[in-house]
């Protein structure tokens, strides 16, 4: 059975860092892609950050690009989003996805339960 | 704003049938044909409803189905039932720098 577990999710000043961590299980971690998948509070759904199953490139949407660092550990069935320069807009639950695919593309499978993020003072 | 327009909110009543419209440009729904459906209950995370425009997921229900025609994709819903009611989001790829797009989501209601 395929699972995602998010954590650190948390309360966060602006400004400030946060690492989220996303625990796979179930599957052959380094053959899929991963991404990250935001939803703010009472908000629609937003694609923040993509990785490939090597973990050799990466994505990110232009609101996050330079503040934003997606990365993996195949070894330890983990990826992770470190988030700098955090934003009161960067408030949202933060989802982890499987992709179909090694390659990014859109289309994630399994999604986890998420992780809240509050950025406020 | 979101980058994909889909309506606020649709209704059906039980047993009918419904669409749902998602409209791009000619640099994401328009240009490939890498357009998902994802289905969210309150609270609950999102779950693949339709991929590459009309591809469906093992386990989906054929109740669901996806097309598209230039700009505009559609997610269509036969046979309503009661557990359909959730919000509908559509997502594409794009060509801007920014890869992946979102709709703003449908409010899906069952009458």
């Known amino acids: 059975e395929v699972q995602l577990l998010e954590s650190g999710g948390g309360l966060v000043q602006p400004g400030g860092s946060q690492r989220l961590s996303c625990a796979a299980s179930?599957?052959?971690?380094?053959?899929?892609?991963m991404s990250w998948v935001r939803q703010a509070p009472g908000k629609g759904l937003e694609w923040v950050s993509g990785?490939?199953?090597?973990?050799?490139?990466?994505y990110y949407a232009d609101s996050v690009k330079g503040r934003f660092t997606i990365s993996r550990d195949n070894s330890k069935n983990t990826v992770y989003l470190q988030m700098n320069s955090l934003r009161a807009e960067d408030t949202a639950v933060y989802y982890c996805a499987k992709g179909q695919t090694t390659y990014y593309l859109p289309g994630y499978d399994f999604w986890g339960q998420g992780t809240l993020v509050t950025v406020s003072s | 704003q979101s980058a994909l327009t889909q309506p606020a909110s649709v209704s059906g009543s039980l047993g009918q049938s419904i669409t749902i419209s998602c409209t791009g440009t000619?640099?994401?729904?328009?240009?490939?044909?890498?357009v998902t459906w994802y289905q969210q209950h309150p609270g609950k995370a999102p779950k693949l409803m339709i991929y590459d425009v009309s591809n469906r997921p093992s386990g989906v229900s054929n109740r669901f189905s996806g097309s598209k025609s230039g700009n505009t994709a559609s997610l269509t819903i036969s046979g309503l039932q009661a557990e359909d009611e959730a919000d509908y989001y559509c997502s594409s790829y794009t060509s801007s720098s920014t890869l992946e797009v979102f709709g703003g989501g449908t409010k899906l209601t069952v009458l």
């Open positions: 990785i490939s199953g090597s973990g050799g490139s990466t």
């Open positions: 179930g599957f052959t971690f380094s053959t899929y892609a």
């Open positions: 000619s640099s994401d729904v328009g240009a490939y044909n890498y």
